[in-house]
């Protein structure tokens, strides 16, 4: 894999594709910068190396084109303090101006371009646009896992624009990628998979792939209920894909006829509403009452759920077990995490990410506790379903 270690950018202006999609409150401040902070080392190799650096992103989803609200200018000051140096900013993404302030660009200085969905081209995967962008630099760095799974102009197209030696990964993305691979390709066993969230549909086919390779596959949250449903439990008000039935009893039996070793809830916290205030009891698959829904997973089923993820080596983990933004609901998740993390500590190889169980992991202080949490919602999701990421092998080849 060709990485930012592998090249010495002295004196080379790198147009380097991160992931700058921060949330902002109503004032325009960054509430959570950890995707910025994620792509400070690969920033700070090339301008330590002696090169300058050409910064692109998207924020957002603009619509319209340029739009106030989503445009990279809120990001300079922080993103200035963060490098510590002055950060210059250009009001669009290609045209004469940019490429007169990239041209001038000395060793050690940085330009952020605004957001590149201000132009439709990006999302297009336009060519004429993607070979204006690389037309600002020698040498094309891709450290956003994030898109990796969209062919755009600037996670895919650009990349066409340099010849092998000038285009490779960030060190996040370089990592993001080796961890899913080690956990795909190379899995220490046992191997267990943890498919939490709220929809069957989203995560059927990555269920289909992980039946190949896992030992054990545990199911929870919301997607449970169309499973007990399928089992023939009644289920109440709990989440269902009545359309979803028929193909949770072919995972089912897919899983047997693997040998793997399914797990389902045996108990629920149900709720008599979706709320954090609601009234709630344990029950098990058999008595879910009719007007209540399951929004955690039960106690017994967290005991052997964790007994499970404790006697394993490899784990992936993608999805909550409950409605964990509510603390009445959390308590499954929290514990998922807990069982994770003892693993971890015990030697077994722990990937988090895919959906919101990295939110859960981050909710409680529990990320450097796991081997990894990935910055990849669907990209990650993308990977384990088997699919190739456009943005991973335009650079591979
Ligand atoms: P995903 O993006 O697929 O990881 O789904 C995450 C969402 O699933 C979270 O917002 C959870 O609140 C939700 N969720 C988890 N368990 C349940 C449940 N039992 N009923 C309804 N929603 C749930």
Redesign the pocket.
Known sequence: MKTVADYNFQNQRAIVRVDFNVPLNANFEITDDSRMKAALPTINKILNDGGSVVLMSHLGRPKDGPTDKYSLHHLVNHLSKLLNREVKFVNDSVGDEVKNVAKNLKSGEVLLLENLRFHKAEEKGDDVFASQLASLADVYVNDAFGTAHRAHASTTIIANHFSTEKKMFGFLMAAEVANARKVMNNPTKPFTAII????VS??ILIIEKLLNTVDTLII???M??TFLKAQGFSIGK??CEEDKIDTAKQLISMAKSKNVDLLLPMD?VVADK?AADATTQIVSNENIPNDW????IGPKTIEIFATKIKQSKTILW?????????PA?ENGTKKTAEAIADATKNGAFSLIG????AAAIHQFNMASQVSYVSTG?GALLEFFEGKVLPGVAAIEG
């Open positions: 939490g969230g709220a929809k989203d995560k929870g949250g919301g449970t209920y709990s989440l629920s979706f829904m399951g929004l955690d993608n999805g909550p077990m409950g409605v964990f933004e509510m609901f895919g959906g919101d169980s919602g």
